[in-house]
């Protein structure tokens, strides 16, 4: 089964409006990552955490890592329409494993 | 630069029939990895590589054959198509390491549909 699970499936919000997405994985992990992917298009590398970290900034985007209750969140502030798009978490399967298993992803609309 | 490069972007086959998705990293990554997409599922990981000459199975390889012959290439097999083999597959390479992977590089996507 899939590593991550990202929480809400779908998220729909106005432009200025700050966008928060949760992802929760279920094994101990070396590093996290957030990806974007516009429809249609393969994924682009947003940021990556690692385990150690338990905050990470990258202009709009501020990314979170809690490794106790295995869950990471992604807020996007001051939301563009531009930025509607599936947002992916992606975790290492951990335990020795060298996987790179993704989430179901987030399906976040930013109306103009 | 390229990148990764997923050939074809499009193909339709019918069933039983065989192919091969091919693609290519110029970036020296050890790791590389295929991936299917479905409505409502995500990505799920088919087959991957840490290097050279290994090859391990994801989450769902029945179907698909990979060989890793060189650290450029890691083409994916279907061996004998069938409709559920129907989806968007998406090849990804980055470096891996006791500390994790790096940010993974994705090819555009190669869209099959088997009739």
């Known amino acids: 089964s899939q590593q991550g699970e990202e929480d809400p499936q779908a998220l729909s919000i106005q432009e200025g409006e700050n966008a928060t997405m949760n992802c929760s994985y279920k094994t101990s992990i070396n590093n996290l990552q957030w990806y974007r992917q516009n429809s249609g298009r393969g994924l682009v590398h947003l940021i990556l955490i690692r385990s150690n970290e338990r905050e990470k900034h990258s202009g709009r985007l501020r990314v979170t890592l809690d490794t106790s209750k295995k869950s990471s969140s992604l807020l996007i502030t001051a939301s563009r329409a531009a930025d509607t798009a599936s947002y992916f978490c992606?975790?290492?399967?951990?335990?020795?494993?060298?996987?790179?298993?993704f989430g179901k992803g987030t399906k976040l609309t930013v109306n103009p | 630069n390229a990148g990764v490069t997923q050939t074809p972007k499009f193909q339709v086959l019918k069933t039983g029939q065989s192919m091969t998705l091919q693609c290519a990293q110029d970036?020296?990554?050890?790791?590389m990895s295929w991936y299917r997409q479905d409505p409502g599922m995500g990505l799920r990981l088919i087959h991957y590589?840490?290097?050279?000459?290994?090859?391990d199975q994801g989450e769902v390889p029945n179907g698909y054959n990979v060989s890793r012959s060189t650290t450029e290439d890691f083409p994916l097999r279907l061996l004998s198509a069938a409709p559920s083999q129907t989806s968007v597959y998406f090849c990804a390479s980055s470096y891996s390491s006791d500390r994790g992977h790096t940010e993974a590089f994705f090819g555009q996507g190669t869209r099959l549909t088997v009739v």
């Open positions: 992606a975790t290492d399967a951990g335990g020795g494993s060298e996987k790179l298993v």
């Open positions: 590589s840490v290097g050279a000459g290994i090859t």
């Open positions: 970036m020296n990554h050890e790791y």
